[in-house]
């Protein structure tokens, strides 16, 4: 009876470990289809619904815990999008929900370049990859919120810019980059 007793358990303790295993292959299977390049450093992940509005947002460090931190399997049946926010890129993916089961529309994912910044010294470099060639609103403020200058970039498919504040030396300025639906906002100190 004993070694039944054995042999019963370690066949329970093997299919659990098994339903783990699997488990933990399903998650990143999930995952690689959302981003395979879903970078080991914090990235800041947002499920919108079907009209934008933010439903769950987290920072996740490791791939494998996304599906874990948002909990998908609590949302109402529906159309929702994965919004991944790495530094210079946003990739969104929509994904349906039905009966608690997630399908990913991977061939309708798109990828929105971020404005990229990069100061040294008096100048600030912009750059921005626009392979869909549309435009991009500059506008720059002062510390109270003055606009002190203003332009757009288009009809190109790398923007790029250096901006010289060598006269605003001592003073904090605001530079709101607007492009594809979306508003980038980055206070400097000179």
């Known amino acids: 009876m004993k070694k039944v007793l054995k042999n019963v358990t370690f066949l329970v303790l093997t299919l659990i470990a098994v339903n783990v295993y699997s488990a933990k292959l399903e998650l990143k299977k999930f995952n690689s289809e959302i981003d395979p390049e879903i970078e080991l450093k914090t990235t800041k992940v947002v499920v919108k619904n079907k009209k934008g509005r933010i439903i769950q947002q ?30 210079s890129e946003i990739k969104i993916t ?59 970039l288009k009809d ?4 790029e810019r250096i901006y010289d504040f060598s006269k605003y030396k001592g003073m904090k300025v605001q530079i709101k980059l607007k492009s594809q639906n979306r508003t980038f906002v980055h206070n400097l100190e000179f």
């Open 156 to 159: 190109d498919i790398k923007l």
């Open 58 to 87: 987290a920072m996740i460090n490791l791939s494998e815990t996304l599906l874990e931190d948002l909990e998908l399997s609590s949302l109402p049946n529906g159309f929702y999008s994965f919004e991944i926010d790495k530094y």
């Open 94 to 152: 929509p994904f349906v929900v039905i009966s608690n089961q997630v399908v990913i529309d991977q061939k309708n994912s798109q990828i929105i370049f971020k404005p990229v910044l990069r100061v040294n010294g008096m100048f600030v470099y912009l750059t921005q990859l626009n392979l869909e060639k549309k435009h991009m609103q500059v506008e720059i403020y002062d510390i109270d919120k003055n606009r002190i200058y203003t332009e757009v």
